[in-house]
């Protein structure tokens, strides 16, 4: 099955800095990948996504790019604010139309004021 | 749009004691929902998928006599976890995907707030 890792697993930054978290997947059949945000206690949410058909998305200070050969992909968030701060997930799905995500480990980011 | 309920939000009972939590698509038909266990610190692992009208899939290493998944409509699937123990106390979430094609499905799982579960 799928295996994704996900570095760092804590991660601090200036406010104003930027902040980059890395993914890298294990099944060469994966084909979207998300992002969530999630808040202590709550749900996750979507905050970004990226499909195998394109190398990079940008949604205001957040981009994703993906390097389907590698395996891998990062996401960028830049500008960063205080209401930044969360534990971010990566996630893949080997098959849309199945739909199993798997997740990655998490990354603790937090922003600096 | 694209709404998943989930309740209760927060549940603390004994040990030995059965607790059912419900996850609803409120505005779409959720021909799948999906079962998550998070433990503080840690990721979201899946647990089983539940298709409407048959018998959830179970992920390597969940008993499927201890988590009981009913998906009995478009709208409603739940999660009962029976004689649950300390070690079961845990954020359990769960998701649902639309019909594909249908409007929500550009997103793969909609998710529930999720259930704090306490075993004491």
């Known amino acids: 099955g799928e295996n994704v890792e996900q570095h760092p697993s804590t991660l601090s930054v200036q406010e104003g800095d930027s902040a980059v978290i890395k993914c890298t997947y294990s099944?060469?059949?994966?084909?979207?990948f998300p992002w969530y945000k999630q808040e202590l206690g709550k749900r996750p949410q979507l905050i970004i996504d990226i499909r195998s058909n394109v190398g990079e998305k940008k949604d205001q200070r957040i981009a994703v790019t993906l390097n389907k050969t590698a395996k891998h992909f990062s996401l960028h968030i830049t500008e960063t604010q205080p209401e930044d701060s969360a534990v971010y997930f990566c996630?893949?799905?080997?098959?849309?139309?199945?739909?199993?995500?798997?997740f990655g480990t998490g990354t603790r980011l937090t922003i600096i004021p | 749009g694209a709404v998943v309920s989930q309740h209760p939000s927060w549940v603390i009972c004994k040990s030995g004691t059965s607790v059912k939590i419900e996850c609803r698509s409120l505005d779409f038909q959720a021909t799948t929902m999906f079962w998550y266990r998070q433990f503080p610190k840690q990721s979201l692992m899946l647990m089983a998928t539940?298709?409407?009208?048959?018998?959830?899939?179970?992920e390597q290493g969940v008993e499927k006599d201890k988590f009981l998944i009913n998906h009995a409509s478009l709208t409603l699937s739940t999660l009962t976890v029976t004689s649950a123990h300390p070690e079961d106390s845990s954020f359990y979430i769960c998701s649902a995907r639309g019909v594909f094609g249908q409007p929500n499905s550009n997103q793969p799982q909609h998710f529930g707030d999720g259930t704090r579960l306490s075993i004491l």
């Open positions: 099944d060469s059949a994966s084909n979207y």
């Open positions: 996630a893949a799905i080997s098959n849309f139309g199945n739909e199993k995500l798997t």
């Open positions: 539940s298709n409407e009208g048959s018998k959830a899939t179970y």
